[in-house]
């Protein structure tokens, strides 16, 4: 992973410790006030972004789903290549960030999501639209609380990340053993234990992205760091959305 994504970060200084390391990145301001302001500035790029690539997929896979293509993709090849696809560009944007410029970043953020309403659009031959309405706004108000969590508290949570990052492999190696079980008991199981893990997620990595703004700060690498930060929020926020629609969909 890009040095960018480092956990290690130093989250005293992230929270104002101003004279604790003084000229550890000369552009990050000296006042209190330039802070908090650059460093609102810094999440709202990420939140904006986040949400517009969130509100791109669903535009996309409903459309998809409501023109037909969706059902017509569904078992054929081309399918696979739908689902493989934003993950093969998650790889390549989260180890290619120092190699990628700002506009390329930029480009497969929005391919991607372009990609994921795609694959999502299944969701929509499976469940009712009311109930995906419903899970999507209660992911949205859990989000969106987490989020605000993990921004202001002054505990700190990057003890968490190793622990959650385990549970996310987890959760792989348990879906892919399903796939050959076809346990239900073993697929509710992986679905709630899939909200907590992305619940807790969503908080660590709103205070990993804050934290990492005091050495962002000024940098020609800021731009590129909105763009990866948006990823990993969208990541947290569809992972999620997706877990609790196992709970909260109706069949239709």
Not at 50 to 67: E, H, K, N, P, R
């Amino acid at each position: 992973m890009a040095n960018w994504n480092d956990p290690q970060s130093t989250r005293a200084e992230a929270r104002g410790g101003f004279g604790a390391a003084p000229g550890l990145n000369p552009s990050v301001p000296s006042t209190r006030a330039g802070y908090d302001a650059g460093l609102r500035k810094y999440m709202l790029s990420i939140y904006n972004y986040m949400a517009s690539g969130v509100l791109l997929t669903g535009i996309v896979a409903m459309a998809m789903a409501a023109s037909g293509m969706t059902a017509s993709l569904v078992g054929s090849p081309l399918m696979w290549l739908v689902v493989l696809s934003p993950l093969a560009i998650v790889f390549a944007m989260s180890f290619g960030a120092n190699r990628f410029s700002q506009g390329t970043l930029q480009i497969m953020f929005w391919g991607f999501a372009v990609l994921m309403g795609m694959s999502l659009s299944t969701i929509f031959l499976v469940y009712t639209g009311a109930s995906i309405a419903a899970t999507f706004f209660a992911a949205a108000g859990a989000f969106a609380g987490l989020s605000l969590f993990g921004y202001t508290t002054k505990k700190d949570l990057s003890g968490f990340g190793s622990f959650l990052i385990m549970g996310v492999i987890g959760l792989i190696i348990a879906s892919v053993i399903n796939i050959f079980l076809q346990s239900s008991a073993l697929a509710w199981a992986v679905s709630f234990l899939g909200v907590l893990i992305f619940a807790g997620l969503t908080a660590y990595d709103t205070q990993r992205l804050k934290a990492q703004y005091f050495h962002l700060a000024g940098t020609q690498f800021m731009g590129k760091a909105v763009i990866l930060g948006a990823l990993t929020l969208y990541l947290d926020f569809i992972n999620m959305f997706q877990f609790l629609l196992h709970f909260m969909g109706q069949r239709d």
